[in-house]
């Protein structure tokens, strides 16, 4: 059993207000700064030897303003393929050109993605193959970013925005084929009321963790798992569900394969108790995230 202990992000500006990781892929860490003077900034950082890098904006860029969450998704990868480590930005803008044939729905988005390379130093923005991706609205992101490393695609949960209608959906990325697309989350429960949705990887497959509340304020989760080994068939299936659970008891995400749960006091799964939380406001926290580190001395 360990105590977990707070992991102490550098500061990139004196306007520094709070971070949010992005990822993280071998050694390095992707970090967001939020500031008061809304120049929020992105980061790579080492934790072991404590390097830090400041991720520099593309001049005269039209994806500028849309730079930061929610207004974009952000995730961060190693690209095998050219031995770097890449940072990738993916923005959705209206299409004027697009007539919207359903009433509910304003107006169609299309998105766009831009690309950082940690050996050159620079943004670009990069065209993705196979069929356009549109949303119906605008794409905000609202939950966290996972990696199956073996299918080479990134996951978000994201929400599409429009005067009538909020809709989550899941993007994703594929950076080995240059490739994006939209995948529909599984049908809602009628019986109970979503808290939250989270994206994980669990049997080296995208899942899908849903808490859910009853009419008698009573939680549960469900792991959802997709299944896309063939190309023309595409579905969801249940693989069990955890509850009732109490409201000081929060689901965190998927670590080897189980579910972590934290209370006030521990992190825990069906195995037993993973680490002791005293000291730490950390049940009270917006959202949760589980991420692999691997200690690395090389400089970057």
């Not at 950076?175 to 979503?194: A, D, L, M, Q, V």
């Not at 798992?225 to 069990?240: P, T």
């Amino acid at each position: 059993m360990k105590q977990l202990k707070e992991l102490n992000v550098p500061m990139v500006s004196d306007y520094d207000i709070g971070f949010k990781v992005i990822g993280t892929c071998n050694s390095l860490v992707c970090i967001l700064h939020y500031s008061f003077n809304q120049s929020c900034c992105l980061s790579l950082w080492n934790p072991t030897t404590m390097q830090t890098k400041k991720i520099l904006e593309p001049q005269n860029s039209a994806l500028l303003p849309y730079k930061v969450p929610p207004n974009c998704l952000i995730g961060f990868y190693f690209n095998q393929y050219v031995n770097d480590y890449e940072v990738v930005r993916i923005h959705s803008f209206e299409d004027i050109d697009s007539a919207c044939l359903d009433d509910s729905l304003s107006k169609v988005s299309v998105v766009r993605v831009e690309k950082y390379s940690l050996r050159s130093g620079l943004w670009r923005e990069i065209e993705c193959y196979g069929p356009s991706v549109t949303v119906n609205g605008i794409l905000f992101w609202t939950e966290n970013c996972v990696t199956l490393e073996e299918k080479r695609t990134l996951f978000w949960i994201a929400m599409e925005v429009s005067e009538k209608i909020n809709h989550e959906v899941i993007i994703y990325f594929n950076f080995n084929h240059t490739k994006i697309g939209k995948i529909e989350c599984p049908f809602k429960s009628k019986y109970c009321s979503e808290v939250y949705k989270k994206v994980a990887v669990y049997n080296d497959s995208l899942a899908l963790l849903i808490c859910s509340e009853n009419k008698c304020m009573e939680q549960c989760l469900d792991l959802w798992v997709f299944h896309d080994n063939y190309e023309d068939f595409q579905c969801w299936s249940k693989v069990f569900t955890i509850g009732v659970f109490s409201r000081l008891e929060h689901p965190v995400g998927i670590w080897k394969d189980e579910v972590l749960m934290a209370t006030p006091e521990v992190l825990h799964c069906g195995s037993g108790i993973i680490a002791l939380l005293h000291g730490y406001d950390f049940v009270s926290r917006f959202s949760y995230n589980v991420f692999n580190y691997v200690e690395n001395y090389v400089p970057f």
